[in-house]
């Protein structure tokens, strides 16, 4: 599996982990979604899952060659190490993109998910009455989500350690946004805002040779959450690959048909028209985070009126289901060549 790719694949699976890493950072988006629809889905499953008791005997006798073949190595390093530098580079152009011209990238977005319904339907061969209802859930489930009011802040290390495994559902799951869900949780700030701060600092302090922060609870407490967070995106991660891959090889079309579900239910979350609510505090002021920046609450949804920059927005949908459809036009073709 791993031999076979060609050094434009590489490439292109790096781009493909930029794509994701992007994609999961953003509150409504999926991950997943990428996956889905670039054609590696089934594969970025399979290769999870194979973080397994084997895994771990090969990993601890020393056998590393042996670890990296038998994981898909290749594959996962490189996709991996798109998202890792997608958090420092192109998620970040994402953010000023979304202060900046926020309707236009939610469009895009929004025409991906679009298009990645279409491109998933369209081969989908194994309707009956269980897949369509197993459709149906998964469109409500979708839906439902989008419509859920945020809990309150809670830093509590097995809670902590919980939103870790639901996080990277949005990696696992297309049409679940780890992050949407981390707001609905209500630790979307603490977790991806304030502990990421603290980490940030803590290396710029050891860099600097300034080890005061050992002394400073608030940053050893947010160390801690980090580190418990990062343990529970990992076990959710091997436990969520090991039952997609459990599920889709004995339940293929159910499984199929549900997340397909998930993906037009989770239109709702990217809706390009809508206004972000904030959290305030009682006398009517905003909240404010670690950086001083206002903290989302969720959003309210409208009908645009018909203008020019409705029309341009359409535009930028449809520029977004030119990416799927172009992306999907790459994986057959790499698929007819080897």
Known sequence: MQSTRTLTDKIFLFLKGLGMGAANKVPGVSGGVVAFVAG?????????????????????????????????GRFISLLF????VSYFSVSKLLDYLIV????????????MIVGSIYYISKDFEG????????LLIGIIIGIGISFLDPAKENDNLFFVFFCGMISVSGMTLPG???????????????????????????????????????????????????????????????TFSHILNYVLKRFRNIT???????????????WPWKQTIFKT?????YQLDS???????????????LDSETYIAIGFIVVGILIVLGLEWYGQKTRKVK
């Open 40 to 72: 590696f889905y089934e594969e970025f499953i399979y290769s999870l899952q194979k973080f397994n008791g084997k895994a771990f005997k090969l990993l601890i006798n020393g056998r590393f060659k042996s670890f990296y073949r038998y994981t898909n």
């Open 81 to 84: 190490l798109g998202m890792i």
């Open 100 to 111: 900046h011209y926020e309707l236009y990238v939610w469009s895009v977005f929004f025409g």
């Open 127 to 134: 309707w009956c009455t269980k897949t369509f209802v197993s």
């Open 176 to 238: 679940f946004s780890g992050s949407f869900i981390m707001i609905l949780l209500g630790n979307y700030v603490l977790l991806l805002v304030d502990s990421v701060n603290a980490l940030y600092d803590t290396v710029f302090d050891i860099v600097s040779g300034d080890f005061a922060f050992i002394n400073n609870t608030y940053r050893i407490r947010m160390l801690k959450v980090l580190g418990v967070f990062t343990f529970g995106s990992v076990v959710g991660l091997v």
């Open 256 to 270: 199929l048909s549900l997340l397909m579900g998930f993906i037009i239910g989770s239109l709702g979350v990217v």
């Open 281 to 285: 505090d009682v006398d009517g002021s």
């Open 291 to 305: 950086r001083g920046e206002k903290i989302i609450e969720n959003y309210e949804r409208f009908l645009p009126e």
